[in-house]
């Protein structure tokens, strides 16, 4: 480790050199340059692709310039190209947005491309003046009795990195594929994606692991610190995590699926290592909920096995309404709603004779768990509507008060309380 | 927002400007370029090994200019030329580059280096045959050489009681189960060309003289015995001497001609069962190995305190305390000045590098043309393969080489 820091230490020394440091000097001033000028105003006219290009192209130019009589800008040139494929990584951003969703493209963009270009970039920065293949050999320390050199930690981070970012799209592809040719649903196929990205990811991670040297001596040790670790901090951990791997077969909280949460319907989102993302419908809000739960506790789910969901709506009418046909009014009125099932057939049930109405009950059946607020809404609308149409009084609770005789306020005064009368 | 982004202009420059100022009592940053041997590969070993080589050198360096450190980059003899294009552009190129005479030739040739100022040298510290080998056509110094890698032989002390020491020897120990191994690389096999005698032929082509019948004739005698030991069993031509020392290593092979350079890594190896002798004469005369010169050559970007430095250090290099230092602690080179006494009775191995310089001294006009021609290594080692995997005569093959050698310096 020491060595290593002693090499990168150890480049400061070119700034010894005059014409390293006005390289820099260039490089820095044309960059605050840039920013003075306030760009956006001033090219306010251009195409914003052309826009992107203007400032990298114009460092290019300089560095040109300066090595006609001889001058060197090895440095000058390589920042402008950065630059220049700094903004192309924008523009092919724009250009995958014509066939990918947003959220991909960021998370493509913001974990994949720019950060393996920016280690491209340091790594050829690097063999300006070094050899990274030089540095990659140093030894940085011993791991279970093998040599721990650069190279195997960068890149079994690098490897590591991309099994978890990476594998997304791959595995997306395959399980697609195998969709197509098994005939598998959405949520099925959701959960073979993660499948197989949990596969890929174990096999690249042991393969990693095998790189940097571990062997049957270091598995043991690692098995060993893992128990311990179990026992204390990670136990949690490894909870969420084997409880998320058997859901995931179980097949009972997959991608796609809508699980009742505190009352609500929510859809499944995602199911990762540690907890599963969920989406409550009601406030747009995404729930995080660590897979422990679901393996532990009692969850309702509207989509185990079918997609189906039963409502019910509650509804007084008048005594008067003869109840045969405030029945019939209600099923006929279920059925007119474009979103409610025709099968199985809405029924409407007399259920309470209440106090100031006959209560029925509309049962239906809906193919959509996380539409039924809206159906319900839909429902409650043409009931009120059928029923003032055919006349049909929807009653409000009705108190009748009597009021007795009320009492005299004043009594008649008693004989005991009348003054003596005088003698005169 | 335009005031803060002056006041960061404004401190970066001092802070860089502060640097260069600096920079007069910070210690003298050498960055030194190092090229590895042919076909080894950079790896933790090669790394150790080659640093702890050059830190030998630096540490005493150090008690006649203690204001300097050295950081080194080791690279791949092939890629060496590309690495200092691309560092040269932008003037990080390194300060000190050491690696063999020929490619120190090239580099000085297409201007990744610069000239030594040999003036301020002390030209007698050197042997005057290998400034030969460092000297362009115009006159130009390229490097400073630093030590002689001799080409011996390499053997396994429990298979190979006896080694050879003439080639019908050789022949003989390869009827008799010996496993032998020969580069097929023109350089490295150079050595049997003396032996047969067509050293004098190779050097006489090289100068784009008219060969004679007698020069002809022994050109073919060579070729036509290098072809008649490649027809024998136990005698296997390989790419180069790298895979011939990694087979003696792996106890595949029991014989083969190696390069002193590599001496290191296979004592590390073999231990006691390495043996080392000169490589075998014959019925000419000695072997004539071309033996390969470390040299030192000067970068082209040093700011001036670390081109004086550079150049002290090269100065340096060839103090008779140092090379003798060099010889005995590593027991794998010889001293380039020629006023250092190699202990020979003191080591074995040290007796048969100086035996095969001995060797090699007797041809040296001829091997230092040789060495100065620009594709031999590669043209000539294309008739060679040809020739010793039978897809070409002796005599077809002697055409090929003087046509090869023709122009070529």
Redesign the interface.
Known sequence: MSQLL??IL?W??????????A???LI??LS?GW??INPQRRLGNLHPALRLLVAPIAVLLIAWLIELPGG????V??AGLCWLGWNLLNLLNQLLLLLLPTSTIHQLESRLLRPLFLVLVGLNLI?????P??LG???LGSLFGE?L?VNNLVIAMLVTYLLLVGTKLPAAGVAWMLQKLISCSDSSRKALELIIRYVVIGIGITAVGFHIGLNSTALVAIAGGLSVGLGFGIKEVFSNFISGIWLLFEGSVRPGEILMVDGDPCEVRKLGLRATLLWRDRDNAELLIPNQMFFTAQATSYTATDRMRRSEIRVGAAYSHDPQIVLKILEQTALSVPRVLNHPAPRALQVHYGDSAIEYSLRYWISDPMSNIGIVSEVNQAIWTAFKREGIEIPFPQQVNTVREIPPLKSEPSAADNPPLSLH | M?AR?AA??LL??LA??G??RL?NE?P??L?L?MVIDQDSK???A???DFRQRIQLIINDFRKIKPNV?V?V???KRANLNQ?LQ???????GPDLVVTDAPQANQLLSEGLTDELPVKSFNRYETDQGLWERVKLDDGRITAQPMVIYPQIACFNREIVQNPPTTLQELLQQGASGTRVGLAVNFSELLWTAGSLGAIQSLATANDDQTLTPENTEAMVAWLGWLQRASAQQNITFFQDQGQLENLLNDGELDWVSCNSNSLLRLRKQMGENLGVSPLPSGPAGTASPMNAVRVLALGA???P??RDMAVSLAKFITNPMVQRNLSLRSLAFLPVNPAVAVPVRSSRTLATLMQSREDSMLHEPALAGLAHHRSIDRDGSQVLVQLVFGASNPRSSQESLVKALEGGS
């Not at chain 1, 400061?12 to 440091?21: D, N």
Request: glycine residues 6%.
């Open positions: 002693w090499e150890g400061l020394g070119y700034l010894q050199r005059s014409a390293v440091v390289q820099l000097l820095l001033g605050v920013h003075l060197k800008t090895g440095l040139s390589y063999s300006k003046f070094d050899n293949a030089d050999v140093i030894k040599i050199t | 335009r982004l960061s202009v970066s420059t860089l400007s640097c260069s920079g910070l003298v940053m960055y370029a950079i790896d933790t090669t790394q150790t450190e950081q980059a080791l690279y690495e691309r560092r040269n552009a932008s003037d990080l970007n040093s700011s305190r670390q």
